[in-house]
T-cell receptor, first 115, second 118 residues
Framework: KQEVTQIPAALSVPEGENLVLNCSFT??????LQWFRQDPGKGLTSLLL?????REQTSGRLNASLDKSSGRSTLYIAASQPGDSATYLC??????????????FGKGTLLTVNP | DTGVSQDPRHKITKRGQNVTFRCDPI?????LYWYRQTLGQGPEFLTY????????KSRLLSDRFSAERPKGSFSTLEIQRTEQGDSAMYLC????????????????FGPGTRLTVT
């Protein structure tokens, strides 16, 4: 059974700091990995999707890397802003029983960026 | 193009009542997923549809839960005889799987339905 762990559970940084969020997973037989952002009481916003054959993806100030063999992904946020404050979720996509694909999520990292 | 929408956004019900939630996916998306998220946890997979066919159900989906996607467009999730443990955020997501491959696209999530069972 796939298990996804996110470290740290919570992080508080001053505005402007660069930061790294970590995600690890137990089964390396993945199809892709997705990072999401969730604001309190809201749904999920997709940030980046990395296919298993890729090493990294970038979008603006965000960069996600994937090391499938070691079961790790990181989300790098450059020059953090108070508007980045949210919970960041890592989700591993994999197939089971043929074409049945689903995401397995970590518990998230709660990020607070202080002005 | 609108994103994934869910209705209602909030639902308060008494234990033992039945509730039904609706999800409208992005129009061209053929896969639709339901997840449940409790406080402090990540979302957990419940079930998914490819067009109108329900292809997988989690063990989390007890006999009191039923989901449908009758015309391959919107979906409903019904919980019968609600229990306090059913209190959670119910999230719907959709994606596009292109024909002839097992390639799956990015999942796009709706705003969720927050269920409180009193």
């Amino acid at each position: 059974k796939q298990e996804v762990t996110q470290i740290p559970a919570a992080l508080s940084v001053p505005e402007g700091e660069n930061l790294v969020l970590n995600c690890s997973f137990t089964d390396s037989a993945i199809y892709n990995l997705q990072w999401f952002r969730q604001d309190p009481g809201k749904g999920l916003t997709s940030l980046l999707l990395i296919q298993s054959s890729q090493r990294e993806q970038t979008s603006g100030r965000l960069n996600a890397s994937l090391d499938k063999s070691s079961g790790r992904s990181t989300l790098y946020i450059a020059a953090s802003q108070p508007g980045d404050s949210a919970t960041y979720l890592c989700a591993v996509g994999a197939f089971s029983g043929g074409s049945n694909y689903k995401l397995t999520f970590g518990k998230g990292t709660l990020l607070t960026v202080n002005p | 193009d609108t994103g994934v929408s869910q209705d209602p956004r909030h639902k308060i019900t008494k234990r033992g009542q039945n509730v039904t939630f609706r999800c409208d996916p992005i129009s061209e998306h053929n896969r639709l997923y339901w997840y449940r998220q409790t406080l402090g946890q990540g979302p957990e997979f419940l079930t998914y549809f490819q067009n109108e066919a329900q292809l997988e159900k989690s063990r989390l989906l007890s006999d009191r839960f039923s989901a449908e996607r009758p015309k391959g467009s919107f979906s409903t999730l019904e919980i019968q005889r609600t229990e306090q443990g059913d209190s959670a955020m119910y999230l719907c997501a959709s994606s596009l799987v292109k024909g002839g491959t097992v390639g799956v696209g990015e999942q796009y999530f709706g705003p969720g339905t927050r269920l409180t069972v009193t």
